[in-house]
Nanobody, 124 residues
Framework: QVQLVESGGGLVQAGDSLRLSCAAS????????MGWFRQAPGKEREFVSR????????YYADSVKGRFTISRDNAKNTVYLQMNSLKPEDTATYYC?????????????????WGQGTQVTVSS
């Protein structure tokens, strides 16, 4: 089992940057593919990015491609989401998630473990 704790959210202005972190407990972190999702008020949770267990494969939603970068440090049991050129439409609660079955999973139902979320608010 994996426990996930996100941090790094906050209130920023459009064009600013933030780096989200997701710290995982457990000794098997390196065997999990990790994903970032977000949910804005009144909207469904949506996929943002994912990274394979070894970090060699990454994938991004079109809405964040070129602005966000996902990475992981298996020695620190942590996955990151570097967010640049933030836009007001990026405002949401951001969640990290883990799954041990599919390194290419894009759908929230394919992820088994979730963090509590961290709020990102981008003002215009």
């Amino acid at each position: 089992q994996v426990q996930l704790v996100e941090s790094g959210g906050g209130l920023v202005q459009a064009g600013d940057s933030l780096r989200l972190s997701c710290a995982a407990s457990g000794r098997t972190f390196s065997s999990y593919a990790m994903g970032w999702f977000r949910q804005a008020p009144g909207k469904e949770r949506e996929f943002v990015s994912r990274i394979s267990w070894n970090g060699r494969s990454t994938y991004y939603a079109d809405s964040v491609k070129g602005r966000f970068t996902i990475s992981r440090d298996n020695a620190k049991n942590t996955v990151y989401l570097q967010m640049n050129s933030l836009k007001p439409e990026d405002t949401a609660t951001y969640y990290c998630a883990a799954n041990a079955r599919d390194p290419y999973a894009l759908r929230s139902r394919e992820y088994d473990y979730w963090g509590q979320g961290t709020q990102v608010t981008v003002s215009s």
